[in-house]
């Protein structure tokens, strides 16, 4: 039956609070409803200038995975791969969290030997991964063409079966609902312009409808983290890149797994609908636009096609982009800022989704305790000082 009771009440922001988050997107959602739940912080504002999850978190593509490269931020990412098991429970919200799989495919030996690698210290660190050969992926996945006859032949994959995909406009709203019911102010058409600093220490924002104190100023802006930068007269060693994404009309069941060529840009996965997500790069200029194009549409559909043959009969009904907030390290920037009482959580790439549950429970923890957690120590912004970049990119 039709219910009229709201799922979240929008609030007017007040003067002050312990803490103002900036953003309301996931990590900041996240990081708000992890302070009030488990630090028991009282007044916290989430301040959105449009509408939550109206930047990446409600534009990616759903993949959650724990794969990584660098050895000091596998723990991170696994804890944050386990914890979305749990969080349909906890939020009380239907995720539709699905472990289906992620096969990552290899077209060349130097590949193949350095997913092994890869693969070796991933298992050190607990994770799932076992190594396909031709036969194997063929099994699983039949629609894909591994025959010799494409233009860069498959000759293995890596399968990460704890992979695979949650709704990313589900968690959205878990994560809003229950920071909400735990008493936090989730405030929708507020924009943050400025900042106020007394000596060497926030205290508070400057808004399109005038200043807010607060004790504590938490930045998760998603790809707009140099106009912070900007207003704070610093600058953030990102660069902004915007992503394209389509999605095709629906079609019958046919592929269970989350697959991706990472040497030619290109991962696809059916959803629970039945249209087929297609992700692939960056595009290739720093930008804020959120168009798509031809050119990218019709790369990617050729791509995929050269692989999944069959899917000439399909069509691509819907495209859209979204803002990506790079580090040269591939990494993100989480913590302190250099600015007492003001935490960071950016430059998340293509990859902060997966990330959420993580990011909200440690950026809480250090906005609770002034202690850097364990497992985002590696996140620091001092390593692009101190040169201790973090091992994400294979060069
Ligand atoms: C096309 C695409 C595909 C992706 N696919 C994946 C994927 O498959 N898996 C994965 O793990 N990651 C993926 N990502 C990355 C992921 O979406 C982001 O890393 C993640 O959503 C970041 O969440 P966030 O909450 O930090 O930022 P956002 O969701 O971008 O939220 C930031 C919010 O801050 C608001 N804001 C900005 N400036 C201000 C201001 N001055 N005042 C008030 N509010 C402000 C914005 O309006 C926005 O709502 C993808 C990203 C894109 C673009």
Known sequence: MATTKKVLQYKEPEKHYDVVIVGGGLHGLATAYYLAKYHGVKRIAVLERRYIGSGGSGRNTEMVRSNKRAHETLPFYKDSLAMWDDLSAELDWNLMVQKKGIIALAHSDGELASMRMQSDSQRR????????????????????????????????????????????????????????????????????????????????????????????????????????ARMLGVKFPVVTMPMQVMTTNIMAPFLNYYVASPRLHWYTQQTLKGDLILGGQLDPFSSWNSYTTWEECSERVATILEYFPDLAHGRVVRSWSGLCDCTGDSAPVMGPSGIDGLSLDIAWGYYGFKATPACGKYSAEYIATNKVPENIKAFSLDRFFNRQRVREVIL
């Open 125 to 228: 660190a607990g994770i799932k991964i076992d190594m396909l050969d031709n036969q194997q992926i063929k099994k699983m996945v039949p629609s894909l063409d591994v025959s010799d006859q494409t233009a860069l032949p498959v000759l293995g994959a890596q399968f990460h079966p704890e992979g695979g995909t949650v709704h990313h406009d589900a968690a959205v709203w878990g994560f809003a609902k229950s920071a909400a019911r735990c008493g936090v102010d989730i405030c929708v058409g507020i924009e943050v312009v400025g900042f106020n600093v007394e000596g060497s220490k926030v205290t508070g924002v400057q808004t399109n409808i005038g200043d807010i104190n607060a004790n504590k100023v938490h930045v998760a802006v998603g790809g707009y983290s140099s106009e912070i």
